[in-house]
């Protein structure tokens, strides 16, 4: 599996939200600093993000992005499944997809199988275990007892 970079970006902003959870917006500046990454890409991720629900924008002076949940609720299947719609890449594997040969198709369990596993893997991975990996401040409670 070949992760692509909207994958990448999209995680890599959002375990940096998450470290500054519960102390207000961050700044789409900050975030790209902080994670050497390209500001105007990073607009477009965050607005996807945004529009999917996992992130919250505050407008003004001190606004920028914030998580719309606790970190731990958040699952790095929740990020891929928002920036890219789908967890696996094969075409066949998609909700939507027809292919003619999937009545007779020797390998389609296989791909089933690992679609599955894989989803299974990254729906169990959040934010706050990501953080708790790298030695990352680890939120403790969420804003309004949401933990």
């Not at 959870?21 to 996807?48: F, K, M, N």
């Not at 690992?114 to 030695?135: F, N, P, Y």
Request: hydrophobic share 40%; glycine share 10%; with cysteine.
């Amino acid at each position: 599996m070949r992760l692509s970079s909207k994958e990448r970006t999209g995680l890599r902003a959002m375990v940096e939200l998450a470290r500054h959870y519960g102390r207000g917006p961050v700044s789409l500046r900050e975030v790209a600093d902080a994670q050497d990454l390209p500001l105007p890409y990073l607009e477009r991720i965050a607005a996807t993000l945004r529009r999917s629900g996992l992130l919250e924008s505050v407008r003004g002076a001190q606004g920028g992005y914030l998580l719309s949940r606790y970190p731990a609720h958040i699952s790095v299947g929740d990020v891929f499944r928002a920036v890219e719609g789908s967890l696996m890449s094969l075409d066949c594997m998609r909700d939507d997809a027809c292919c003619d040969r999937e009545a007779v198709c020797a390998t389609r369990n296989v791909w089933a199988g690992v679609s599955a596993r894989l989803r299974e893997t990254l729906d169990g991975i959040s934010l706050a275990d990501i953080l708790q990996e790298t030695g990352g401040a680890t939120p403790t409670t969420g804003i309004g007892g949401d933990a």
